[in-house]
């Protein structure tokens, strides 16, 4: 059984462009959660998903990051007009349940430089 | 925001010693979690708790979840290399099995282990 896949691993923009990043669940896994984790610091919740729907987006900045789990395909967390503040490791955790807090499986995470 | 503080930031520690880190928080948790992250790599779950008081452990590792709810320690006892790594604790204020999952960690602490 293959653990949660993120993709890129690492991926590189410059100010101004987009940033797309993918999260594959665990199999059996409908429920994903991004977190960020700037340097020296500690995951910080952005946003819960269940299939082609957005339960929780409290930590999500207002504007420029939005995330979708469609029906078919991975998870997207799509940053646009990345600044360079947006530098930081993007991890996603996929849960069989909501609330399950020991259940959820993190990836190897994306990690993204704004030059 | 929610916050967990956690101590110490950072301690090197001679192989075979014991370790001890702590976290706090003003606010009360319902599921305390200690995590383990390698550079480059995802956190990894070690030990979670379910109830004030609870005591656990998983092989060398050791943790309690503070009879107030709002504090949880760990320890690791004869430390090898392997140890080396970010270890992070998290909270989940939602009831376990509820409708929420989303964690709140600490900034971590740093683990050196001198061979």
């Known amino acids: 059984n293959a653990g949660v896949m993120q993709n890129p691993r690492h991926l590189v923009r410059r100010r101004g462009q987009e940033a797309r990043l993918r999260c594959s669940p665990m199999k059996g896994h409908s429920h994903v959660y991004w977190y960020r984790q700037l340097p020296e610091e500690g995951l910080k919740f952005m946003v819960y998903l269940q299939k082609e729907n957005i339960i929780d987006e409290s930590g999500m900045p207002k504007e420029r990051f939005s995330a979708e789990f469609p029906k078919e395909g991975p998870s997207i967390l799509r940053i646009q007009q990345v600044v360079r503040g947006d530098s930081a490791a993007y991890f996603c955790a996929s849960s069989p349940r909501p609330g399950w807090a020991d259940t959820q499986y993190f990836g190897p995470g994306t990690r993204l430089t704004v030059l | 925001g929610q916050q967990l503080n956690q101590s110490p930031q950072s301690m090197f520690i001679q192989e075979g010693e014991d370790v001890s880190m702590n976290c706090t928080s003003s606010s009360i948790f319902n599921t305390w979690l200690w995590y383990k992250q390698d550079p480059g790599e995802g956190p990894v779950l070690l030990i979670a708790?379910?109830?004030?008081?609870e005591l656990t452990s998983n092989g060398r590792l050791t943790a309690q979840f503070g009879i107030t709810r709002k504090d949880s320690f760990l320890n690791i006892s004869a430390s090898i290399p392997s140890d080396v790594g970010i270890y992070f604790c998290a909270g989940q204020m939602g009831d376990y099995g509820g409708s929420q999952g989303n964690l709140i960690f600490g900034k971590g602490t740093k683990l050196s282990v001198k061979p």
């Open positions: 708790l379910y109830k004030a008081g």
